[in-house]
């Protein structure tokens, strides 16, 4: 985590000259990101190095999300020839951190990311946000037998698995897409001192299934949202927006195949098994989905291929 060496130029270019800059985080892309302090004021600076990270997707979804009057951070500074972005600094009160230290929170918490969702589902997607069609689904999917069933020297029939999905994701059908931020949980939502939910983290946006990050924020892989929190949140969703229980199922699936499968790929390829570690819950979330009708042709790929020892248990590398 250290700055870019273009850094402190960009910084002076744009009124920040002496700034300190400290490290701020990490996700599982190349993008890294640090907080910018100088007397009196603090921002973020995102850095997407070029050619690996591309920050203008970020920049759109960010204008059109404000312009529906949400609150991603305020852009302050562009250099995409460096892949450099000068950000509102949201603060410390992240979503996961608040509920872990005040549990009584939780509720109240979750309650306001669905309703966020809720009113986010009621405007159309931007027309030149790509399409979340079957075609991704599928490659995502494939996500879990590309490095998942590898790692683990399982033989598993691949053209099934394919033909399983298809079958299961064909009664989705044509539905009128909304923006789905694909990434949108507990550790990507900050809460502003207006009362406001700050979002991050949707530079991969897509016009999809609004199913879909439902499940992202109530199948969460990086904490246990309880089975009755997450039915209560449900019901408030569709107390404002028609909802489908087999699409949630579908996306559920779908959602935590393809994590399995990049988590996977994140230790055997980008060196960061810390990731593992999130294995077992995310398998419970798939065995839960698996159990709808609607994923019977993909519950029985699972139940043809994937030994039950490679499932719900604690997951382990097998020894070189």
Known sequence: MIPPDSAPGFLAAHGWAGAEILPLAGDASFRRYFRVVAPGRRAVLMDAPPPHEDPRPFLSVARHLASLGFAPPAILAIDLEQGLVLLEDFGDARMAEVIAAEPARERPVYEKAIDLLAALHKHAAPADLPPYDREVYQREAGLFIEWYAPALDLKIDAEAYRTAWDTALAPLGAIAPVTVLRDYH???????????????????????????????????????????????????????????????????????????????????????????????????????????????????????????????????????
């Open 186 to 320: 507990a550790e990507n939502i900050m809460l502003l001192e207006d009362d406001r939910l700050g979002l991050l983290d949707f530079q991969d946006a897509l016009a999809g299934h609004p199913a879909y990050d439902l499940v992202s924020l109530l199948q969460d892989a990086r904490r246990d949202v309880p089975a009755d929190l997450e039915s209560v949140m449900l019901a408030r969703y569709r107390a404002a927006m028609p909802f489908d229980d087999a699409a949630y199922a579908l996306l559920g699936a779908q959602r935590n195949a393809k994590i399995l499968g990049i988590f996977t790929r994140l230790w055997k390829r980008d060196g960061k098994p810390r990731y593992l570690k999130y294995q077992p819950r995310v398998w419970g979330y798939l065995e839960r989905d698996l159990i709808h009708p609607a994923l019977a042709p993909v519950r029985d790929w699972f139940d043809a291929n994937i030994p039950g020892k490679y499932r719900a248990a604690a997951w382990e590398p097998l020894p070189a």
